[in-house]
């Protein structure tokens, strides 16, 4: 398993951090912001499921996973969990702690809620 993850890890490592990307990584994995250091934050569009949604970012040498779900109709949104990864796939953290957070329409988790409303044609989106 931690194979996979690590190739997953390495593929979005490259994309999130100099924006280059395979063809079908650019239509898998859609921009919603950036951190402070001006890496990408994306979307991962293949693992939207109804109104749950991913988003990863760099974190140190991997990466973080942060799962959502939308209330669309509500315009909630809810943090599920979030986990890190190392350079080679090997889960280092995770929290599953879950709740709402503020939905904020510029915020990359807004962003991906957007995204993910839209796409499911959501009313009012």
Not at 31 to 44: E, R
């Amino acid at each position: 398993m931690s194979i996979k993850i690590g190739g997953i890890v390495g593929a979005i490592a490259i994309l999130l951090s100099s924006g280059a990307a395979f063809a079908e990584d650019s239509q898998r994995y859609v921009t919603v912001g950036h951190d402070k250091l001006g890496n990408s934050i994306a979307l991962d569009t293949k693992t939207i499921k109804g109104t749950t949604y991913k988003l990863y970012g760099m974190y140190g040498d991997g990466i973080f996973e942060t799962t959502f779900d939308a209330s669309c109709t509500e315009s909630r949104l809810f943090l599920n969990r979030i986990a890190i990864y190392s350079s080679g796939g090997e889960l280092l953290q995770e929290d599953k702690e879950k709740g709402e957070i503020p939905f904020v329409a510029d915020s990359s988790p807004g962003k991906g809620m957007q995204f993910v409303c839209e796409k499911i044609g959501a009313r009012g989106w």
